[in-house]
T-cell receptor, first 110, second 113 residues
Framework: KQEVTQIPAALSVPEGENLVLNCSFT??????LQWFRQDPGKGLTSLLL?????REQTSGRLNASLDKSSGRSTLYIAASQPGDSATYLC?????????FGAGTTVTVRA | NAGVTQTPKFQVLKTGQSMTLQCAQD?????MSWYRQDPGMGLRLIHY???????DQGEVPNGYNVSRSTTEDFPLRLLSAAPSQTSVYFC????????????FGPGTRLTVT
């Protein structure tokens, strides 16, 4: 059974600091890995998807890396802003099933 | 495109009642799925479908039924609601041509008393 772990569970940083969010998974035979953002009481918004053959993806201030062999992904958010405050979830896809981590809740202090 | 839509947004049920959560997508995605999100437990897969007429169980299927008669719709039925089914339910869809990037609906918050 795929286990997905996100550490830390919560993170508080001052505005302008770079954010580093970690995700690890136990079964490296994945098809892709996806990072989501979830605001309180809302649905999930897709941020980045990395296919198993890729090493990283970038979108604006966001960069996600994937090391499939070690079962790890990292989401970097550059120059954080208070609007980046949210819960960030990673999920891995294999055999038509998406397995989620419990998320990292980020607070960016103004 | 409306994307993935879910109705209702909120629902309160009494123990033993049945109901159907609706999910629809207008992106012609062949894959659709249902998740529940509980505090401290993350999202867990309930049921999924790889196309019309095909469904399969996820991690936590007990107490839920699904069917997929059209590409667009994937309703989730609670047969006899229990307090343990109090949760937020999310529907998602995806397409092989986009590497199965998942698009989520806004969720249904269900309370069973």
């Amino acid at each position: 059974k795929q286990e997905v772990t996100q550490i830390p569970a919560a993170l508080s940083v001052p505005e302008g600091e770079n954010l580093v969010l970690n995700c690890s998974f136990t079964d490296s035979a994945i098809y892709n890995l996806q990072w989501f953002r979830q605001d309180p009481g809302k649905g999930l918004t897709s941020l980045l998807l990395i296919q198993s053959s890729q090493r990283e993806q970038t979108s604006g201030r966001l960069n996600a890396s994937l090391d499939k062999s070690s079962g790890r992904s990292t989401l970097y958010i550059a120059a954080s802003q208070p609007g980046d405050s949210a819960t960030y979830l990673c999920a891995v896809w294999r055999d038509y099933k998406l397995s989620f981590g419990a998320g990292t809740t980020v607070t960016v202090r103004a | 495109n409306a994307g993935v839509t879910q109705t209702p947004k909120f629902q309160v049920l009494k123990t033993g009642q049945s109901m159907t959560l609706q999910c629809a997508q207008d992106m012609n995605h062949e894959y659709m799925s249902w998740y529940r999100q509980d505090p401290g437990m993350g999202l867990r897969l309930i049921h999924y479908s790889v196309g019309a007429g095909i469904t399969d169980q996820g991690e936590v299927p007990n107490g839920y039924n699904v069917s997929r008669s059209t590409t667009e719709d994937f309703p989730l039925r609670l047969l006899s609601a229990a307090p343990s089914q109090t949760s937020v339910y999310f529907c998602a869809s995806s397409y092989w041509g986009q590497a199965y990037e998942q698009y989520f609906g806004p969720g249904t918050r269900l309370t069973v008393t």
